[in-house]
């Protein structure tokens, strides 16, 4: 039994893995614990980690250092992947003034930490005042962008002494950065009076005029269109229409775009609600048909795209009509219903509403894949080439006037800018860049876990006797500060730009890039408004926490 035992403590790999499989598992059954709803979650492995290092639980330095490394890569470049189809069209119309706000958010945060640092500089240096405002507002990115900034000075000897443990500064400023969170958003609602219910009406009765592909069928009644081709049906209309099925009192039919159409014929459209009355105007009166599927003439299949020649392609480039006398309606991707066009690009996942024969369905359906199997194989080569990718365009300097030294993006900054825009670009260069939600999550834990539980190591030792100390309490005021006051601040401003209130908490929340309270928002609202909100910001947020934590550190320290 000696012997065994002695064989695992001498295998410095062994004896690693076993110390660090410990602090998880410690740290997510702890992070399972929820109080009225709210839980700290994967951060219980961060503070299990600090109880380790505070035991003196001894762990080799390199692997340490690459265990750090190698999860906070992984950890961002999953979450590149999953934002990335949808980074760029969160700028669109309202998604625009969202990011705005949300700079806005990130800006006053940082100004805060800067003015803060500035009075206390005497107590506190700038790359602490970093670490804690990492954690008050709950950035591990922006924490490993830091640390690395901070290694890259040390490194080129522009950094005096050793490294600071900024990681101390975060850890004590996250618990409040959650709760404090959650405290800003109840102080808001108090401050602007909000009646959730009132806000909740209101939210769905300006939903009802927002674009959502919609299913209607018209009879044929406008004299102007009796004898024209669908296609010129289509010019006169001037937006987007799908027209699936055609009745013409005996025979129901695809129409394609030479044809016909005459006064009294029935023709189920797909289209954005927000024109439907023009195409009523156009066509005719709605009319109250049920449309029968039939699967020796016409049924409508739900088929998903898994074949890779299909990814990337436009809808117009398959000749789905032409070659297989079928019509796809519409599209459903991540969750999210689109109207098909032929110039829409088609991507791995996206879920196809197809109609016409059950013999071409079946055709269609072998050319799309539809093949569930599929997409639950690893596509790891895209993983691992955006890895390197990601590491190298992090290692290319960028000079700015009177800087100490060339910024770089580094290990958070260069995957996290590659893997989004492979997620959304990785077509064009015939890479599959679709992962199932579990796959990225199973990938996006396992990079937070080694990168916390490594922090929680390293920093373990000094823990205790800093939250206690005067220092601690002073770091603990300045997160509270950092998390409190922006949020309060632009969440004013945003009541006065009339936005919903739990567009707001959504807002604030994807800014900080906080959980919690996104789940205490959703908690009081039966819409999923602080979500969509929540995903519009979280990309950018993100991208500019890691963004300024670095520039801060290389700009003052």
């Not at 979450?79 to 949808?86: A, D, E, H, N």
């Not at 004898?227 to 039919?253: N, S």
């Not at 908490?505 to 800014?511: D, K, M, N």
């Not at 900080?512 to 959703?522: D, F």
Request: net charge positive.
């Amino acid at each position: 039994m000696n012997t065994w035992l002695s064989v695992i403590t001498e295998n410095t790999v062994a004896q690693t893995l076993i110390i660090y499989s410990i602090i998880i598992v410690l740290g997510m059954l702890l992070g399972k614990i929820r109080i009225k709803g709210i839980s700290l979650g994967v951060t219980f492995v961060l503070f299990i980690g600090i109880l380790a290092g505070h035991l003196q639980f001894q762990v080799d330095a390199t692997l340490l250092d690459f265990l750090r490394n190698f999860g906070l890569i992984i950890f961002i470049f999953s979450i590149g992947l999953q934002v990335g189809p949808g980074f760029f069209a969160s700028f669109r119309t309202g998604g625009l003034r969202l990011n705005g706000l949300a700079c806005f958010t990130i800006l006053l945060g940082v100004g805060v930490a800067v003015l803060l640092q500035w009075l206390l500089s005497s107590r506190i240096d700038m790359p602490m005042m970093v670490g804690v405002m990492s954690g008050a507002v709950t950035s591990t990115p922006g924490l490993g962008a830091a640390q690395e900034a901070l290694q890259q000075l040390s490194a080129t000897g522009a950094l005096r002494g050793d490294i600071p443990p900024i990681s101390l500064g975060y850890a004590v400023a996250y618990p409040l950065g959650v709760l404090g969170l959650i405290v800003a958003m109840m102080l808001l609602r108090f401050l602007c009076r909000i009646d959730p219910q009132a806000e909740e009406a209101e939210l769905q009765s300006r939903r009802q005029g927002q674009e959502k592909p919609d299913i209607l069928t018209f009879r044929i009644s406008n004299q102007a269109i009796d004898g024209q081709t669908l296609l010129a049906v289509k010019k006169m209309y001037g937006h987007q229409f799908v027209a699936t099925r055609l009745f013409d009192g005996t025979t129901v039919t695809i129409p394609h775009a030479d044809t016909v159409l005459h006064t009294g014929d029935l023709l189920l459209v797909v289209t954005h609600n927000i024109y439907a009355a023009q195409l009523q105007q156009l066509l005719g009166e709605p009319a109250d048909f049920e449309w029968k599927d039939d699967e020796s003439t016409m049924v409508s299949r739900r088929i998903v795209v898994t074949r890779d020649k299909v990814n990337g392609k436009t809808i117009g480039q398959l000749h789905l009509r032409s070659a297989y006398n079928v019509n796809i309606t519409r599209i459903n991707r991540a969750g999210i219903d689109l109207l098909a066009h032929p110039d829409l690009v088609l991507q791995l996942g996206d879920r196809v509403m197809v109609v016409g024969p059950l013999a071409s369905i079946k055709k269609a359906e072998a050319m799309l894949g539809n093949t569930l199997k599929r997409l639950n194989e690893p596509h790891i080569i895209t993983i691992f080439l955006g890895i390197m990718l990601g590491i190298l365009l992090g290692s290319i300097p960028i000079y700015f006037p009177n800087m100490p030294m060339p910024v770089r993006l580094g290990l958070a900054g260069g995957p996290l800018i590659v893997a989004i825009l492979l997620g959304r670009f990785g077509y064009k260069l015939k890479l599959i860049t679709y992962t199932t939600q579990s796959a990225n999550l199973m990938l996006r834990e396992i990079g937070i876990c080694l990168f916390l539980a490594s922090v929680g190591l390293a920093s373990g030792g000094r823990f205790v006797e800093t939250v206690i100390s005067p220092d601690g309490l002073l770091w603990m005021g300045c997160g509270v500060l950092i998390t409190m006051v922006p949020p309060l601040i632009v969440g004013l401003l945003a009541r006065a730009l009339k936005l919903n209130f739990f567009t707001i908490c959504g807002l604030i929340a994807g800014s900080y890039t906080n959980a919690p309270p996104l789940a205490y928002a959703t908690s009081l609202t039966e819409t999923d408004e602080p979500a969509v909100a929540y995903s519009t910001v979280y990309p950018l947020a993100t991208f500019l926490r890691i963004l300024f934590a670095q520039m801060l550190v290389l700009l003052f320290a």
